[in-house]
T-cell receptor, first 111, second 115 residues
C-alpha cells in the first residue's frame, strides 16, 4: 500500500523567508503528484500537479519538484507572506485513479 | 462557477441514525470520490466513481454506500451512524484524461458528529 509522509508536521517562518516543504512516498509507480492547500475549516485547493514524466512545475512563487525514483517531492515557496499560512498536503495518484494523501505540513508565516 | 458543492456543512446524528451527504459538481467531471479526514491520519478514500452507473470501494468503505445515477451527483449514505464515523467528509471530482485523473477539485466539506 502506498504510504505518503510529510515532514515537518508544522513549520513557522518569518515573513519574506524562502521555504521548502517535503513529501515522500513509498511506491514510485505513480502517475502524478499534487500539492494542495487547506485553510482551517475549508476544503482543499489544488496548487500544482506534476505528471510522473515531469521534474517540476511552477506557479507564481510556488515551485514543485518530483524525483519519482527516490520517492520524493518538494514544494518551494519563495518570499513567504502571512497569507501563505495554511496546511499544505501532497497526494500521489496510483494506477487505480485514486489519491493517497500525506498528513500535511501546517505552515505559519509570522509578519 | 459553483465547482463542487457539498451539503450540509454541519450535521449531528445520533448513533444508529442514517443520513445522506450530498455532492454535486457542474464541471462534467467523470471521476468523483468521497474522503474522510481525521486528525493525524490524512484523507482516506471511502468510495469513488469513474462515471455514471459505476462505483467502487476505496480504503475505508465499511458503513457507507454510494450511487452514481448522473454525472453531476454522487451522494454518500451512512447506513447506521456510529461514533467512529465522526469526521470531516470531503467530496472531490476530476476529469479523466488518457486514463488518468487530472487536477482534483474539492468541496468545502461536511463536519459530521455522531453522538
Amino acid at each position: 500500500k502506498q504510504e505518503v509522509t510529510q515532514i515537518p508536521a508544522a513549520l513557522s517562518v518569518p515573513e519574506g523567508e524562502n521555504l521548502v516543504l517535503n513529501c515522500s512516498f513509498t511506491d514510485s509507480a505513480i502517475y502524478n503528484l499534487q500539492w494542495f492547500r487547506q485553510d482551517p475549516g475549508k476544503g482543499l485547493t489544488s496548487l500544482l500537479l506534476i505528471q510522473s514524466s515531469q521534474r517540476e512545475q511552477t506557479s507564481g512563487r510556488l515551485n514543485a519538484s518530483l524525483d519519482k525514483s527516490s520517492g520524493r517531492s518538494t514544494l518551494y515557496i519563495a518570499a513567504s507572506q502571512p497569507g501563505d499560512s495554511a496546511t499544505y498536503l501532497c497526494a500521489v495518484q496510483t494506477g487505480a485513479n485514486n489519491l493517497f494523501f500525506g498528513t500535511g505540513t501546517r505552515l505559519t508565516v509570522i509578519p | 462557477n459553483a465547482g463542487v458543492t457539498q451539503t450540509p456543512k454541519f450535521q449531528v446524528l445520533k448513533t444508529g441514525q442514517s443520513m445522506t451527504l450530498q455532492c454535486a459538481q457542474d464541471m462534467n467531471h467523470e471521476y468523483m470520490s468521497w474522503y474522510r479526514q481525521d486528525p493525524g491520519m490524512g484523507l482516506r478514500l471511502i468510495h469513488y466513481s469513474v462515471g455514471a452507473g459505476i462505483t467502487d470501494q476505496g480504503e475505508v468503505p465499511n458503513g457507507y454506500n454510494v450511487s452514481r445515477s448522473t454525472t453531476e451527483d454522487f451522494p454518500l449514505r451512512l447506513l447506521s451512524a456510529a461514533p467512529s464515523q465522526t469526521s470531516v467528509y470531503f467530496c472531490a471530482s476530476s476529469l479523466i484524461s488518457r486514463g488518468f485523473n487530472t487536477e482534483a477539485f474539492f468541496g468545502q466539506g461536511t463536519r459530521l458528529t455522531v453522538v
